[in-house]
């Protein structure tokens, strides 16, 4: 048996090598370029999610690094056409054709290092870009709660979890998650994000100081960060340069499991806090998280009630026919080199399923 699973091992490393080795082929030979331009373009644009762009201390499912980011934009200013999230809307809404291999780039929460790692590549290279601003951490200078939880279940010594909570409702929640292997605290996280992002702002936080009490974690920050999210003037500066500034609410909820209410709260204030601090009217708006199980149509609704003209999900669609403006699909961009991206952006526009293979991880 203990041979079998060395084969086993043996087979999965020659795959994973075969497939890096088939894109770095179809990347430096030129193939990719090929390919695309023989490709019927997609109905709509394809619409990038960034976040951290060479960032440390948050979770590294959002950080890129700075050159992977540097080649990812060099590479869409050679074979795309880049274009601003407010071009593109414009278009859709006047029922316009968006232009052949049209990319947005958008970048969320509003990290520090979108000023000063991000903003000097893209000025370099021209690449307009929207950024998705959550509001209550710019004011605090605190990253989201969603990162803090993150550092709490890495530093947390607890190999058990026991969650018992009522909060202001008759029904308590009662669940018992491992953290004994980090696949268990992966999955603990995205429970926990789950149902504390479905708090009101005030339960949340009595949520969060519980469960940091549980853990053995502090809930005030570390002295010894080095400043984490942009600051106003920042965001100015960035502003004049052309970058467009969107909305990501107040406090990143999850805003499906939400009362009305609160969800209009979070729409309302962010894009009022927003315009009033960079003298702008703020028009755009993301979904916190952005999955289908985060949003609705009654947050869909919501969003245009305040008066935004479209808004983001972290979904990918094929590219249909119709594209709705309050849902706009996006790419989660992973931290890769850029042939791996270069095959992501043209698995999109290909049902090729050689390039599905490539792809592959398992």
Not at 183 to 205: N, P, T
Not at 289 to 298: H, L, V
Not at 325 to 353: C, G, I, K, N, T
Request: aromatic residues 8%; charged residues 25%.
């Amino acid at each position: 048996m203990p041979g079998f699973w060395r084969l086993r091992r043996l087979v999965h490393r020659a795959i994973a090598l075969a497939r890096r080795s088939l894109a770095t082929a179809l990347y430096w030979s030129g193939a990719l370029a090929l390919w695309r331009r023989r490709r019927r373009p997609r109905n709509g644009p394809i619409v990038l999610m960034y976040h951290s762009i060479g960032g440390a201390g948050l979770s590294p499912d959002i950080i890129v690094s700075q050159e992977h980011f540097r080649r990812h934009i060099e590479y869409l200013r050679r074979h795309y056409c880049l274009l601003s999230l407010d071009h593109v809307v414009g278009l859709l809404e006047g029922g316009r054709q968006v232009p052949r291999h049209a990319v947005v780039v958008t970048l969320d929460d509003g990290y520090r290092d979108n000023y000063e790692k991000a903003l000097p590549i893209l000025k370099r290279y021209r690449c307009p870009a929207t950024l998705f601003i959550a509001v209550e951490s710019v004011m605090t200078g605190r990253v989201p709660w969603s990162q803090t939880l993150w550092r709490w279940l890495q530093s947390t010594r607890e190999l058990d979890l026991r969650i018992s909570w009522g909060g202001g409702n008759e029904t308590t929640t009662e669940k018992v998650l491992s953290l004994r292997t980090e696949q268990d605290r992966a999955e603990a996280r995205i429970w926990l994000r789950a149902f504390a992002g479905g708090l009101g702002r005030r339960e949340r936080q009595d949520f969060l100081k519980a469960l940091a009490q549980r853990l053995a974690c502090s809930v005030e920050p570390d002295r010894d960060r080095s400043p984490t999210m942009l600051t106003w003037d920042q965001l100015r500066e960035m502003a004049r340069w052309g970058i467009t500034i969107g909305s990501h609410t107040v406090t990143h909820p999850r805003l499906s499991g939400l009362d009305s209410g609160t969800v209009r709260q979070e729409l309302v204030e962010s894009r009022s806090t927003l315009g009033r601090e960079l003298s702008a009217d703020v028009r755009l708006f993301a979904y916190p998280f952005g999955g289908w199980q985060d949003f609705n149509e009654d947050t869909k609704a919501a969003v245009g009630e305040a008066g935004y003209r479209a808004a983001c999900a972290a979904v990918v669609g094929n590219g249909g026919s119709s594209v709705d403006l309050r849902a706009l699909h996006r790419l989660y961009v992973p931290d890769e080199p850029v042939w791996m991206f270069a095959l992501r952006l043209l698995h999109l526009e290909s049902d090729s399923r050689l390039i599905a293979w490539t792809l592959r991880t398992d």
